[in-house]
């Protein structure tokens, strides 16, 4: 199986920030790469896919980039709404994994 | 509004069977490919199961092999996961998601509001 390493794990942050989150996996992945957002009690939302294309309706401050085996998710002014937690998750092989998270919270 | 709708978890005990149920009422299911994730609070995000428009592909995460099966009923507009053998590590919150590109390569674009089971004595 591909394991999905996140880091860090969690990070403060405040409004305006620019953050990175790093998504590593164990093997190449040629970008088949997705991010999502998962606020508390709420389900997972589809971010980006393919390491970089934003999925329709995600704001623009959103972007990824990577390539090989390593990842990122960078928002480039953090807004109130955007504290929770991110996984990655590659589709490159079966079974589909998730790194571990990375949660944001307000410093 | 597009949104999935899961259904049939509960409080069950070890070894027992649960069915859980996925509907959609503002697209066809059967024009996608399905998944199954499971959440816990100690192991996070864990994929279950696929299968594809057709059911000719099914897959499944070894840890649930020869114990849950996915499938589907086109006319009812609904994907089921049958979950048998249940252990207390079944326990989570389960979610259907719905795959736009096949295995999960475009990402899982909808997300049902998950449906809670619990495998306890």
């Known amino acids: 199986d591909i394991q999905m390493t996140q880091s860090p794990s969690s990070l403060s942050a405040s409004v305006g920030d620019r953050i990175t989150i790093t998504c590593r996996a164990s093997?190449?992945?040629?970008?088949?790469l997705n991010w999502y957002q998962q606020k508390p009690e709420k389900a997972p939302k589809l971010l980006i896919y393919?390491?970089?294309t934003l999925q329709s309706g995600v704001p623009s401050r959103f972007s990824g980039s990577g390539s090989g085996t390593d990842y990122t998710l960078t928002i480039s002014s953090l807004q109130p709404e955007d504290f929770a937690t991110y996984y990655c998750?590659?589709?490159?092989?079966?079974?589909?994994?998730f790194g571990g998270g990375t949660k944001v919270d307000s410093k | 509004e597009v949104q999935l709708v899961e259904s049939g978890g509960g409080l069950v005990q070890p070894g027992g069977s649960l069915r859980l149920s996925c509907t959609a009422s503002?697209?066809?299911?059967?024009?996608?490919?399905m998944h199954w994730v499971r959440q816990t609070p100690g192991k996070g995000l864990v994929w279950v199961a696929h299968?594809?428009?057709?059911?000719?592909?099914?897959r499944y995460a070894d840890s649930v092999k020869g114990r849950f099966t996915i499938s589907r009923d086109t006319a009812k507009n609904t994907v089921y996961l049958q979950m048998s053998s249940l252990r207390g590590d079944d326990t989570a919150v389960y979610y259907c998601?719905?795959?736009?590109?096949?295995?999960?390569?475009?990402?899982?674009?909808?997300w049902g509001q998950g449906t809670t089971v619990s495998v306890s004595s």
């Open positions: 393919s390491a970089s």
């Open positions: 998601t719905r795959d736009p590109g096949g295995y999960g390569q475009h990402g899982m674009d909808v």
């Open positions: 998750q590659q589709s490159y092989l079966t079974p589909l994994t």
């Open positions: 299968v594809n428009p057709d059911e000719t592909t099914r």
């Open positions: 093997q190449r992945i040629y970008n088949y």
């Open positions: 503002t697209f066809i299911l059967s024009d996608f490919w």
